[in-house]
């Protein structure tokens, strides 16, 4: 990584300090409606579309909670392990932004739904224990666009548009107690803890956690302390940390920061930070005081949530599968090995590669594409591989034309190509592409003979027994029809022309 | 005087009644009021907007419907006025202050919903102190209301103008909304009926929010009898406003000039003596006496706590009302004010600018006190120990209704005051309402009707009747007898001993 003065390597600062952290994941709920009011929550309408009295905070308007999304809060406090409160109530963080429609949030304090719980991600084959603190109920703001400064930013804009589509859609805000004891193993075990967590929050279908569209925002809280003392030191929070690779990185760069900053004998400030995607560095926001207070108050508007143990109990019944329990199920149905399953898990695959497979792909050649091409991709281009625009059903579509011969490998990473250049289905990218291969014997026969006539030497040692000597033959007319054959019917016209 | 004067006489029941005997129309009796707001309001001030077009639209509306012979609500044609707090549909809603000058709403209040859909004209919306903030209206940012028994003297506040419109039969029927005493106190100052009912008895939806675990709208008439027909179609449940209560409303019609025997009515030791105007006391007496006669039994309760509502009330109104306020910003609707000498100011400096030049000296006042209660390391001193002693009182309540079936007190301790009088003494001014807020406080309903003329200003005042949550319908046994007693000793109602209004017409407005 880019050293900046001040900066001590990660591996070294750690060798001194054992970091501290916290994550405040928020996920917007994929209800049907917002929070509040009975707008669509459907992302990328036309600014202001999908806004109402309720949602634009009018004069007079009143909230009523969304059943849905209470149902969704509880059931993703019961999968990670939460007590649920059997009453609980709304409260309002009260704060002048233009982009909140009311200056108040309506939000969760001191009386969240789901509190206490825990949850056990796998980190490189070993389990890790991460607590939850709480879980709550909330709505999200709406969004502002800042026009005529540099980079989107509102530093040097000339003026500002405010879209209310987002405000009040459902979030769900799951905060961990500080996780201890990661040591050198902090950003794997932030990475790991966000990508189980979004793979949990899948399963359980209360949201598409799509990363790249915000709907799973994660702050990062961190803090160093001398290796070996038990009191905190002070923290740092990042915000709007994006991506799992962003989640690796900026810990990486705060713990490094931070590192520095200590080392060199000075006070890490409490403050929020911004982690910046194009050079994977964090800068200074706002410094937290106590000048910022919130004044909660419960939220008089609407009446206390009563989750019954009878409803409890109910939805606790719906939970799918704990992920450990299926990530077990799927090796074994798979035959894969410890290591295997560990790449596919780490990678950010295990839905990928499962959907695949049900879409009719091999469980061989589903891990396969998944891991290395399009992992591959997806780094390139710096995005998880879950964001890449392709689908498992695409993927497993492509392995079929491999499996009938209508392509093979090589042609169908120019399938990829397409597919992911937005150029249509796998079958419209062959069409179009002329990616198919050369199956016509007439035209690959002419082609052998022309590669014979051309190598009468390699020839000879076939006729000789020497069938090893093929390949040289093969690859002329792999070459000539510029990939497009079926290597293995090439092998055979070759074969029954000279034995 | 013309047959059209004889129709702004006329109780709402009245009005009705020839309503629906084909006697007249609901546009002559809307014309009627639009007439007598036309000749009277620039003395009163009681409207903010008068609708005339829209009015005599929904008049001849309703009109037609009866011709059709469709089944109407017994109020239906029968003009009202609405409380300038409730949103209305394509009508202006400026709650008394600059903030809002020229938004119109987009939607109705339910309340204002359900009025249309029975077929109420709406003549217009009625002055109010700022944001329902006062006792006077003399806080509304744009001028007082008078008081029609007396130009120099105020209407009661927030309400006084749905008051004073009742009042000088600018409209048989008006809806105030009460948040400490705003329907009651402007009913007893201005003689006329006010009720606050239970607590999410009717909806707050599009009722623009001060203290929204306080507010709650009502009837605000001329007789007891009107008040139960507008509560009865106001009332029950409304899934839009999650602290609407999910029950029929309490059978409030039925109540009505029931018999009062063995019925315990319960005098509060607190709400009373001293403090209290010596005519009103003399009239509350009185009144004791006739509800004795009718054959109720008076008991006389202590509620200790009740002596701590105004304080409390002063810590969670000013609290809530601190961040109801808060979207009112400049960004989204209403006044929006640029700050001087910025070039290209920031939102926040627009909001900040807004703010100070939109909102007057009394709502700026319990926004900082709001701001302040609410803060860290004050919340538990203050809005804490607000809940706490509202939780007293809900009990106090409590045991007071374990011993008796309703209770009562003067509404005010005195009668209406002059303009200015208390204006610069805002505790003065708060003291008002030290009758009438324990019952917002607990959640239960209230009831003011005039009782007579206080005899050192012959001013009317007022009794309240306090019931049980969700039982409403007492008010009205109570209140019902008790108008009936009252009105056999005067010969009539007390409103025909107002005087005459000049009329304003060549004065302007």
């Given at each position: ?7 001590v390597g990660?591996?070294e600062?750690?060798?001194t300090?054992?970091p501290?952290?916290g994550?405040?994941?928020h996920?917007?709920?994929d209800?049907a409606t917002?929070?509040?009011?009975g707008?669509?929550?459907g ?13 634009l905070?009018l ?6 909670v969304?059943g849905?999304?209470v149902?969704?809060a509880?059931?993703i406090?019961l ?5 649920i ?16 429609p ?26 890790f224990r ?7 109920m ?13 980079t ?16 009040g859609?459902?979030?769900i805000?799951?905060?961990?107690k ?6 050198a ?10 990508a189980?967590?979004?793979?949990l ?5 209360v949201s598409d ?7 799973m ?6 803090s ?8 905190f030191?002070t923290r740092t929070?990042?915000?709007?940390v994006?991506s799992?690779?962003?989640?690796e990185?900026?810990i990486?760069f ?18 929020t ?9 964090t800068t ?5 005081t106590?000048a ?5 108050f ?14 409890v109990?109910?939805?606790r ?8 329990v ?6 074994q ?8 399953m560990?790449?596919?898990v ?10 695949t ?9 589903a891990?396969k ?21 392709i ?7 492509i392995?079929a ?5 209508r392509?093979?490998d090589k042609?169908?990473?120019?399938v990829f190509?397409?597919?992911l250049?937005?150029?249509g289905?796998?079958q419209e990218?062959?069409a179009?592409?002329?990616?198919e ?5 007439a ?5 052998v003979?022309r590669?014979?006539?051309a ?5 000879d040692?076939?006729?000789a027994?020497?069938?090893a ?7 002329a007319?792999m ?5 497009q054959a079926?290597a293995?019917?090439v092998?055979?016209l ?6 | ?8 006489r006329?109780s709402?029941t009245?009005l ?9 129309t ?7 009021h ?9 003395n009163?001030?009681?409207f903010l907007?008068?609708?005339?077009d ?10 037609r ?5 469709e089944l ?6 029968v003009p ?9 549909k ?7 202050s600059?903030m809002l000058?020229?938004?119109?709403p ?14 109420l004209?709406?003549?217009g ?5 700022e944001?329902?903030?006062?006792s006077s ?6 001028g ?6 007396d ?7 927030s ?8 009042a ?8 105030g909304t009460d ?11 201005t ?14 939806y599009g ?14 008439t001329?007789?007891?009898r009107?008040?139960a ?25 039925d ?6 025997t063995?019925l315990?009515?319960g ?6 003596g ?7 006391r003399?009239?509350?007496e009185e009144s004791l ?8 039994e ?18 969670i109104?000013?609290?809530?009302a601190?961040?109801?306020?808060a ?10 004010v ?9 939102a ?5 600018a807004?703010?100070?030049?939109g ?6 006042r ?9 803060s ?12 706490k002693?509202r ?5 106090e ?14 509404t ?8 200015g009088?208390?204006?610069d ?5 708060y ?16 009831l003011?009707l ?18 049980p949550?969700?039982a409403?319908?007492r ?17 009539g ?7 005459e209004?000049?009329?304003s ?5």
């Amino acid at each position: 990584m880019t050293t900046l003065p001040g900066l001590v390597g990660f591996d070294e600062a750690l060798e001194t300090f054992d970091p501290v952290m916290g994550l405040e994941v928020h996920v917007e709920l994929d209800t049907a409606t917002k929070m509040f009011c009975g707008c669509p929550t459907g992302f990328g309408a036309e600014p202001n579309t999908q806004v109402c009295p309720v949602c634009l905070g009018l004069p007079g308007a009143l909230p009523v909670v969304n059943g849905a999304a209470v149902q969704s809060a509880i059931r993703i406090g019961l999968a990670l392990n939460c007590s649920i409160a059997p009453w609980c109530r709304f409260a309002r963080k009260n704060y002048f932004y233009p982009d909140m429609p009311k200056n108040f949030q309506t939000s969760q304090y001191d009386e969240p739904i789901a509190y206490d719980g825990f949850t056990e991600v796998d980190v490189d084959g070993d389990v890790f224990r991460v607590e939850i603190e709480r879980a709550h109920m909330e709505e999200d703001t709406g969004k502002s666009l800042h026009v005529g400064g540099a980079t989107g930013r509102i530093h040097g804009a000339v003026h500002s548009l405010l879209d209310y589509n987002r405000a009040g859609v459902p979030l769900i805000e799951i905060v961990t107690k500080p996780i201890e004891g990661a040591g050198a193993r902090a950003a794997q075990v932030a990475r790991a803890y966000v990508a189980h967590l979004r793979e949990l929050l899948l399963s359980l279908g209360v949201s598409d956690v799509r990363m790249e569209q915000g709907s799973m925002r994660c702050d990062v809280n961190l803090s160093l302390r001398p290796v070996g003392q038990q009191t905190f030191g002070t923290r740092t929070e990042t915000k709007n940390v994006n991506s799992l690779r962003s989640v690796e990185r900026a810990i990486r760069f705060e713990v490094s920061r931070q590192a520095g900053v200590l080392g060199a004998g000075a006070a890490i400030v409490q403050e929020t930070r911004h982690f910046h995607e194009d050079t994977g560095e964090t800068t200074a926001g706002r410094v937290k005081t106590d000048a910022e207070d919130y004044r909660y108050f419960p939220e008089p508007d609407l009446t206390p949530i009563e989750a019954t143990a009878d409803w409890v109990e109910e939805l606790r019944a719906t939970l799918p599968e704990a992920p450990r329990v299926r990530r077990a199920r799927l090796q074994q149905a798979w035959g894969a090995s410890d290591l295997e399953m560990r790449d596919i898990v780490g990678a950010g695959a295990l839905i990928l590669v499962e959907q695949t497979v049900a879409a009719g792909s091999s469980p061989q050649a589903a891990r396969k594409w998944w891991l290395s091409e399009l992992t591959r991709r997806a780094n390139e281009t710096g995005v998880d591989v879950s964001e890449l625009a392709i689908t498992p059903a695409d993927v497993a579509g492509i392995q079929a034309m491999v499996d009938a011969g209508r392509i093979n490998d090589k042609l169908a990473r120019g399938v990829f190509d397409g597919v992911l250049a937005g150029e249509g289905t796998p079958q419209e990218v062959v069409a179009a592409r002329g990616l198919e291969v050369v199956s016509d014997d007439a035209a690959l026969g002419a082609a052998v003979d022309r590669a014979i006539a051309a190598s009468p030497d390699v020839a000879d040692k076939i006729r000789a027994g020497k069938v090893a000597a093929a390949g040289a033959l093969i690859g002329a007319v792999m070459k000539e029809m510029r990939g497009q054959a079926d290597a293995g019917r090439v092998r055979e016209l070759i074969l029954s022309r000279l034995t | 005087m013309s047959s059209e004067d004889d129709l702004t006489r006329l109780s709402a029941t009245e009005l009705a009644e020839r309503l629906a005997a084909g006697d007249t129309t609901s546009v002559q009796a809307t014309q009627a009021h639009l007439d007598r707001i036309a000749d009277v309001d620039g003395n009163v001030h009681a409207f903010l907007h008068v609708d005339v077009d829209g009015a005599l639209e929904q008049a001849d509306a309703v009109d037609r419907r009866r011709a059709d012979g469709e089944l109407l609500h017994p109020l239906a044609g029968v003009p009202i006025a609405v409380k300038d707090l409730l949103a209305t549909k394509g009508m202006p809603t400026t709650c008394g202050s600059r903030m809002l000058e020229g938004w119109i709403p987009p939607y109705d209040a339910t309340v204002v919903e359900r009025l249309r859909a029975a077929g109420l004209p709406i003549l217009g919306k009625t002055n109010m102190d700022e944001f329902a903030m006062g006792s006077s209206t003399e806080h509304s940012a744009y001028g007082p209301t008078r008081n029609p028994w007396d130009l120099g003297r105020i209407p009661g506040g927030s309400g006084g103008g749905s008051a004073a419109a009742v009042a000088a039969y600018e409209a048989p029927l008006a809806i105030g909304t009460d948040t400490g005493g705003s329907i009651r106190q402007p009913g007893a100052v201005t003689g006329t009926v006010g009720v606050k009912p239970t607590y999410g008895g009717v909806s707050r939806y599009g009722l623009v929010a001060l203290a929204s675990s306080l507010d709650q709208a009502g009837p605000v008439t001329r007789t007891v009898r009107d008040a139960a027909l507008l509560h009865d179609l106001i009332g029950g449940h409304d899934p839009r406003d999650s602290t609407s209560i999910d029950a029929p409303v309490p059978p409030v019609l039925d109540a009505l000039d029931g018999d009062l025997t063995g019925l315990r009515v319960g005098v509060v030791t607190e709400l009373g003596g001293e403090g209290y105007q010596p005519g009103v006391r003399a009239r509350f007496e009185e009144s004791l006496e006739l509800l004795t006669k009718a054959g109720a039994e008076i008991v006389e309760v202590s509620c200790p706590s009740f002596t701590k509502a105004l304080a409390a009330y002063y810590l969670i109104l000013p609290s809530e009302a601190s961040s109801n306020l808060a979207r009112f910003d400049a960004m989204r609707f209403g006044l929006r004010v640029g700050p001087e000498g910025v070039d290209a100011p920031s939102a926040e400096q627009v909001m900040a600018a807004t703010r100070a030049a939109g909102f007057g000296s009394e709502v700026k006042r319990r926004i900082i006190l709001g701001t302040y209660a609410l803060s860290s390391g004050y919340y538990d001193a203050y809005y804490g120990s607000a809940q706490k002693v509202r939780t007293l009182i809900s009990r106090e309540f409590d045991a007071a209704f374990g011993r008796t079936d309703v209770l009562v007190s003067p509404t005010t301790p005195t009668t209406a005051f002059e303009f200015g009088a208390k204006l610069d003494d805002p505790l003065a001014m708060y003291l008002n309402d030290v009758a009438t807020i324990p019952a917002n406080l607990a959640g239960v309903p209230g009831l003011s009707l005039p009782i007579g003329l206080a005899d050192e200003d012959g001013l009317p005042s007022g009794l309240q009747v306090l019931a049980p949550a969700m039982a409403d319908d007492r008010l009205y046994r109570v209140g019902s007898v008790l108008e009936r007693l009252l009105e056999e000793q005067w010969g009539g109602p007390l409103l025909g001993r107002a005087p005459e209004l000049a009329s304003s017409t060549g004065v302007g407005r």
